[in-house]
């Protein structure tokens, strides 16, 4: 079991720059993916994507490639001398159609060196396609390493939870027995008390058992209730995507128990029922993040 949440890095060095490969994961019910990079390495976002499918199958994942110009330490940024020299000719031309002074000054040629400040220049996508492939393999390896990590943390709160709601299963079961015998006895009570003399026998008394007992029999409810149990714990040990398969069990879990709550008779039984429901909730919200 894997989460949809992750994050993986990896960097790839290069002789004049470093280009870092980062990708994040979050909840989404189907896969997404987008690549942000740089102009001239736009085309890699094809082979990123069919690469990132080879790993993942669910989520919301964006891919984001940087690179930095790599400086020995100590040595002091180079400026673009010419384009600056060129700036300064222009600002000069301008101010002069304006009548305004033109002075230079330290603040000045700081704030135009650095809006020249080049970018680092990449090679040709086609020379680093492999590096850059294998760089982006790396982040996933670590990203599906995090994602794992997190899904065995929901898997053990999912077993734990779905071992409650069987408890309260057997509870409910237990507690649902005899409902018809004690409907019975009530009945003819009311009726005695109202100074009917009514046999048991009766053929009216008789249908009103049958339809009482067919409208609280909650056995199939519960039949149902324990295969949807059993097969979300052998579905927790299946491999690959397995988010949409246990959303879909919790949705028929908690229709069953809606339905074992309008047929139950018994105060007892349907708290059971709902303490069950609440746990079936909580790990909906859980499954959300499933792959």
């Known amino acids: 079991m894997r989460s949809m949440t992750g994050y993986g890095r990896a960097s790839l060095p290069m002789e004049d720059i470093s280009v870092f490969m980062e990708i994040t994961s979050v909840n989404k019910r189907h896969l997404e993916i987008f690549v ?12 990123a994507t069919k690469l990132v499918k080879s790993f993942l199958e669910r989520g919301r994942i964006r891919i984001s490639i940087s690179s930095v110009r790599n400086t020995e330490q100590g040595k002091k940024p180079t400026f673009n001398e010419s384009q600056i020299q060129e700036d300064l000719n222009w600002l000069e031309n301008f101010l002069i159609k304006k009548k305004q002074p033109f002075n230079i000054t330290p603040e000045l040629l700081l704030q135009l060196s650095s809006n020249h400040k080049s970018e680092p220049e990449l090679p040709d996508l086609d020379k680093v396609s492999e590096e850059l492939e ?3 393999d790396l982040a996933c390896e670590e990203l599906v390493k995090m994602r794992k990590a997190e899904g065995k943390a929901i898997k053990a709160d999912l077993t734990e939870r779905i071992d409650r709601v069987s408890a309260l299963v057997i509870e409910m079961k237990k507690s649902s027995e ?19 003399s009514i046999d048991e026998n009766d053929d009216r008394v008789v ?21 949807h149990l059993e097969q979300m714990k052998e ?18 879990i908690s229709r069953e128990l809606n339905t074992f709550c309008s047929k ?11 303490e069950a429901r609440t746990e079936i909730e909580k790990m909906r919200e859980q499954s959300l993040n499933i792959e």
Not at 182 to 194: A, G, P, T, V
Not at 241 to 251: A, C, D, N, V
Request: charge should be negative; avoid cysteine; aromatic fraction near 8%.
């Open 207 to 227: 249908k009103e058992i049958a339809l009482f007992a067919e409208k609280s029999d909650t056995s199939e409810e519960i039949t149902r209730l324990e295969s």
């Open 235 to 252: 579905t927790f040990e299946l491999e690959g995507s397995i988010g949409r398969k246990i959303e879909f069990l919790l949705q028929e």
């Open 264 to 274: 139950s008779a018994r105060i007892e039984s349907t708290k059971i029922a709902l």
């Open 134 to 136: 294998q760089a982006l």
């Open 36 to 47: 942000t990079a740089p102009k001239d390495w736009q085309k890699f976002e094809y082979d």
């Open 178 to 196: 005899g409902m018809v015998p004690e409907h019975k006895e009530k009945l003819l009570e009311r009726l005695r008390q109202s100074g009917l």
